[in-house]
């Protein structure tokens, strides 16, 4: 697993955030954001991202992290549906 | 099964072949119609109509040699003349207008005499080497002496003459001799009036009249831009193409579709026997009305240029020498890998690349075999880097993925926006069109970090420039927006009755926020505030406002954002859903539009349909018969990270050259360095293809069968006009990988591809190759609702329902310069050459443009001690290319501009990995850079330069070899 990878990820994600962010309450833009994930993200690239959750020092900005949640919880329903 | 296309035999294409000397009256539409008598004839033609015309419509074929149906009538050459009852003389009837119960007479003695006189005079004056002219049999001169029954020449030809006159071969196209020239001025109207360029003109008076290339210029030292329009009008051997030099005149034709830029002009491919002699611009093609620019006209040599591939070749791995093998044991060499490789890293592990270049046929069969056959949604093509955006943003505001409009639609055009777009050089067709609706007294707005040309139109009225910093579209888009909503520009009508009101409510706010005023954005994007109000009351205020833009929209961190910003601004001020107006993506390739409509992207389905969609994705299982993956793909540059990182391990290229193309060479470079096997299908050893291990030939246009569609949404016919060269077209390659890995496909003609196409993708549902026989073109939406297409996009209602506004918040690029980097690197395109070069620079286009070059302000230069022509390191955070200086005044200080048509050059080397937020679309048109003089090339170029060597050895040592 490459730490590289998993930054560009995050970075990505973080850059989505910042975009769907403007204009709206946060709650909003945490569910934009994850849908956009949902929509427009390979599954590999999906897992990754979430797998993020677990480090400490994954440097996610609050509003992507909530969207990662969201997604994590997304993947989560689908994997047990 | 090849079926070869004849307008003279379909009655709504007869009129193109016969020129019938002036224009369709431009004030015509819906005004009445006139009666009059022709030579005992009744015809009733448009009010405005020329008595030339209506003759000619009635099949009375009155001598002429200054008109001509593409351009305006000019009464020079009298040879139309003709006698009215009730007048006076012998009016021109190319200038003379019909009138209610006029009766004409076009033939008798007195009229015979007159002409033979006339044509006795043109005669006099020039050469009669008929037999040996390489206009014989095509030469309207020799058909008017023949018509008029011209027999003696009674003034001798001893006297003073312009028989000695030196031609100009300066043009690789075209010759000039001016010998043969007869001054009918058709040329030089061609150019001002079809091409708009006024780059010709009639020098001097009287006998030493001559038409002349600006000041006495060779035609290659002035402004002209080779379109060749003059060329097409010219009525003589003067100004004629070198290939019908060298070949005699053409004997067949067939209609085809321009495989160059996003315009998609029809063509008259004209043949003798499978050699193509010459391009003609087809009168009836709706996207082009028979024009053309450089490229398609003149620039298809490279279709039979000795380094087109023509044997299938493998190797195993890319520092070995290629093998030339049988298709079979290619096709059977790729699939084993891919089905390897599959079974060792599992089913997501391999993916392909559409082609925008090909057909729509072959790209619906691209990604159709890397869902059915390689099991995952890894698709994606060219679109990623260049429009992907577009269709981000226009479905999210619009509800598609397209442009609103027809080009036609700019003639209706009151004021222009044209955004990060050059089209007199990308799109140069479109470009005249513009500039023709721009001298009859429309407003253009360029927003622009250069001054482009067009903005140098001659003759146009109101031009306002709004040069901002690269990387600050967004910022301008609201401070627009702002002055839109904020001085009370709204079109709250239309907002009301065809927009999402909570939607336009919050936009309202958001862009109503003082940060948004142009005052706020001066300091952001470096336009005065005042010169922004302007544009904006401009677009607004003036009837008819339409937005055109390019990849100077796109190709940013906020690539989507820009685009929904300018649909916000459409909708604000009702520019929507009539012609005139609209929001208008300029293509780059042939068939952009096509490979996303076919279902190229990773998330999408053919169609826009997204993956996931149960219903959707169902129709296409039941189809193709297979379980199809509801996960969207990786995109490219996601595959290229997967590669890196070595979960991603073989690739299937079509026509497309990532290496060149694709943002921070060095990364991709080391993308396809990591893979076990790259399959790459193109017609020239292009830059990916020294890194691959099996190398299918592909086919060029002219030699298959197919659609195109361009950045209308117009769909237009390719037609074979010669053999494919390597024995097979890209579809039937395809289709070939498919069979070998198990998945079975059996087309027999791409019109077979196309009925699936159609049954499957809802907005194709009314599209066969039988409808496009008989109408020519269609423009999707074609279904049961709208059977002949729909021209206007969004006139009664979008396919969302309501128009949806966005909130487009301003994130400034992470590419920013600083002490180290002080300059923006941004990237363009230039006439000559068509995006990574690789068949402009097989042609005589080389001669306009062999060399990428940096532009750089003077200012800039002057604080390096830069001189032009001095040799430029170029440095960024991804790496160093090395580039001639160009001094340039259309550059503003701080920012500097080059081109990336030639590998060598390495402007991908510099640009880096930053990309839209939505799209992944490289941000190509910002990169913080350094510039410095050295003296030699940089490291990268020198690895280049012997990797490249390598590669065309490996190639040549395979050719060499007789198997």
């Known amino acids: ?81 | 099964m090849i079926q070869h296309f004849d307008p003279s035999q379909h009655a709504s294409n007869a009129g193109h072949r016969k020129d019938l000397g002036t224009p369709f009256p431009a004030q015509a539409v819906g005004t009445a119609s006139v009666s009059l008598d022709i030579d005992g004839v009744t015809i009733s033609v448009p009010e405005g109509t020329s008595v030339l015309r209506a003759a000619a419509l009635a099949d009375i074929n009155i001598p002429k040699l200054c008109a001509t149906d593409s351009l305006e009538a000019f009464g020079s050459c009298r040879l139309c003349a003709v006698q009215i009852e009730g007048r006076r003389g012998f009016p021109a009837s190319c200038t003379t207008p019909v009138v209610q119960g006029m009766k004409v007479t076009t033939q008798n003695e007195r009229l015979a005499k007159l002409r033979r006189n006339v044509m006795e005079l043109y005669i006099s004056d020039h050469p009669l080497d008929c037999l040996t002219c390489p206009a014989n049999g095509d030469c309207e001169l020799q058909d008017m002496a023949g018509s008029v029954g011209l027999r003696e020449v009674r003034y001798g030809f001893t006297g003073e003459s312009h028989l000695d006159v030196v031609k100009d071969e300066s043009n690789p196209y075209f010759t000039f001799d001016p010998s043969k020239c007869i001054l009918c001025s058709r040329c030089v109207r061609a150019c001002d009036e079809v091409q708009g360029t006024f780059a010709l003109t009639i020098d001097s008076r009287g006998f030493d009249s001559k038409v002349s290339a600006g000041q006495n210029d060779a035609f290659m030292d002035s402004d002209c831009v080779s379109c060749g329009a003059c060329v097409q009008a010219c009525p003589t051997a003067t100004l004629m193409e070198k290939s019908v030099i060298d070949h005699g005149v053409p004997d067949r034709s067939v209609v085809t579709t321009c495989a160059y830029c996003g315009v998609g002009c029809s063509f008259e491919a004209q043949m003798k026997g499978d050699q193509l002699v010459r391009m003609v611009p087809y009168k009836g093609g709706d996207a082009n009305h028979g024009h053309s620019c450089v490229k398609g006209r003149f620039a298809f040599g490279y279709a039979t240029h000795p380094d087109r591939l023509t044997t299938p070749m493998i190797r195993d791995s890319i520092d070995q020498p290629w093998r030339e093998v049988s298709w079979e044991e290619a096709i059977g060499f790729a699939a084993t890998r891919l089905k390897a490789i599959q079974a060792e890293h599992g089913r997501e592990s391999i993916g392909g690349i559409t082609s925008s270049r090909c057909t729509n046929e072959e790209t619906y069969l691209v990604q159709k075999l890397i869902r059915a056959a390689f099991g995952n949604n890894n698709t994606d093509t060219c679109a990623r880097v260049c429009h992907s955006p577009t269709g981000y943003g226009l479905k999210t505001t619009l509800g598609e993925s397209a442009g609103t409009q027809t080009f036609d639609s700019v003639m209706k055009a009151d004021a222009i926006i044209v955004i990060g777009a050059n089209p007199t050089d990308a799109h140069p067709v479109f470009g005249s069109l513009m500039r023709k609706r721009l001298r009859q007294g429309a407003k253009l707005i360029v927003a622009d970090p250069r001054r482009i040309d067009l903005l140098k139109t001659p003759h146009m009225s109101e031009a306002q420039h709004l040069p901002l910093r690269p990387g600050t579209n967004v910022a301008l888009v609201n401070a627009l927006g702002h002055v839109v909503v904020t001085e009370g520009l709204e079109d709250k009508a239309f907002v009301a009755k065809r927009c999402d009101t909570d939607a336009y409510n919050s936009w309202r706010e958001f862009i109503a926020e003082p940060r948004h005023s142009p005052e706020a954005t001066e300091a952001i994007t470096g336009v005065p505030a005042e010169a922004v109000r302007q544009a904006a009351r401009t677009y607004a205020m003036a009837g008819n406002g339409a937005i055109y833009y390019g990849l100077g929209v796109t190709e940013h961190s906020q690539g989507s954002t820009m685009v929904m910003g300018i649909a916000n601004l459409a909708l604000a001020t009702g520019n929507i859903g009539r012609e005139g107006v609209g929001v208008n993506p300029l293509r780059g390739q042939n068939n952009v539009q096509g490979s996303c409509d076919m279902g190229s992207f990773p998330h999408e389905l053919p169609g826009y349909q997204h993956v996931a969609d149960p219903i959707a994705r169902g129709r296409f299982e039941a189809v193709w018969g297979v379980k199809l993956d509801d996960e969207p793909g990786l995109r490219i540059p996601n595959m290229f990270d997967a590669a890196i990182e070595g979960t991603f391990k073989a690739l299937y290229v079509q026509g497309e050259d990532i290496a060149q193309s694709d943002p921070n060479t060095q990364h991709v470079e080391a993308a396809l360095t990591s893979l076990d096997c790259l399959i790459v299908q193109d017609i020239f050893l292009n830059e990916t293809a020294k890194f691959a291990h099996v190398l299918l030939p592909g086919s060029s246009f002219l030699e298959k069968n197919g659609t195109f569609t361009n950045a209308e949404r117009r769909i237009n016919r390719v037609r074979k006009v010669m053999p494919a060269l390597a024995g097979k077209e890209d579809w039937q390659v395809t289709q070939d990988l498919a069979n070998a890995l198990g998945y079975p496909m059996h087309y027999t003609h791409p019109s077979e591809i196309m009925d699936e196409i159609a049954q499957l993708t809802p907005s194709f549902a009314g599209v066969s190759y039988a409808k496009l026989e008989e109408h020519g073109s269609l423009q999707w939406p074609c279904n049961a609702e709208y059977p002949l297409g729909m021209p206007t996009m969004h006139e009664v209602e979008f396919p969302i329902g309501l128009g949806r506004f966005a909130i487009t918040e301003y994130v400034a690029t992470e590419e920013r310069a600083n002490r180290r980097f002080p300059l923006l690197l941004t990237t363009g395109r230039i006439l000559s050459q068509y995006n990574v070069g690789a068949q402009t620079r097989r042609t005589d286009n080389q001669r306009w443009h062999d060399e990428d070059v940096l532009e750089l302000h003077p200012s800039d230069a002057e604080l390096r001690g830069i001189r032009d022509g001095d040799w430029l390191g170029i440095t960024s955070r991804a790496g160093q290319t090395v580039l001639r200086a160009r001094l340039s005044e259309r550059m503003q200080p701080g920012v500097v501009y080059t081109t990336f048509h030639h590998p060598g050059s390495g402007a991908n080397v510099i640009t880096t990995d930053n990309s839209d937020w939505a799209t992944n679309c490289p941000e190509y048109k910002v990169t913080a850079v350094q510039v410095e003089k050295v003296s030699q090339p940089s490291a990268w170029q020198q690895r280049f330069s012997a990797f490249d060597l390598a590669q065309r050895d490996y190639l040549a040592k395979a050719q060499q070899e007789v198997p």
Do not use: Y
């Not at chain 1, 973080?14 to 993200?41: M, P, S, V």
């Not at chain 1, 999906?46 to 997304?74: C, M, W």
């Open chain 1, 1 to 81: 697993m490459s730490s590289h990878h998993d930054n560009q990820l995050i970075h990505m994600t973080n850059q989505i955030a910042a975009n769907l962010g403007g204009g709206r309450d946060e709650e909003t833009a945490a569910a934009a954001t994850c849908r956009h994930l949902e929509t427009f993200w390979a599954r590999s690239m999906k897992h990754r991202l979430v797998a993020t959750l677990e480090r400490e020092d994954a440097p996610l900005s609050p509003l992507a992290k909530r969207a990662v949640i969201l997604l994590a919880e997304g993947l989560a329903r689908r994997h047990a549906g």
